[in-house]
């Protein structure tokens, strides 16, 4: 019935509230090549939550970056 992945809003809220650590990469700078690993596996179909994990980034920041890169987050304002 439900997916075996977490919501995604529930790391956040566990890392806002205390109960879980930051990433690990948490504030520092994405390299060009964690980028292109990011893009590379959203565009094979693997879930952001699994690239964020195995990037050491948070699910939200992930999602951000993979989007702009691939131009699906575009600013709406004109």
């Known amino acids: ?4 992945l977490e919501d995604p809003k529930v790391p956040t809220y ?3 509230t205390g109960l879980m650590d930051r990433p690990n990469k948490f ?3 994405w390299t060009p090549d ?3 690993k990011a893009v590379r596996d959203y ?3 693997i879930p952001i939550e699994l690239i964020a ?3 050491g980034r948070g699910v ?3 999602r951000l970056r993979v989007y702009e890169r691939i131009g699906k987050w ?3 304002a004109k």
Do not use: I, P, V, W
């Open 1 to 4: 019935m439900g997916s075996n």
């Open 14 to 16: 566990r890392f806002m």
């Open 27 to 29: 504030g520092k700078r």
């Open 34 to 36: 964690e980028e292109h």
């Open 43 to 45: 565009m094979d179909g």
């Open 53 to 55: 994990e195995r990037l």
């Open 60 to 62: 939200y920041a992930t």
């Open 74 to 76: 575009k600013n709406q």
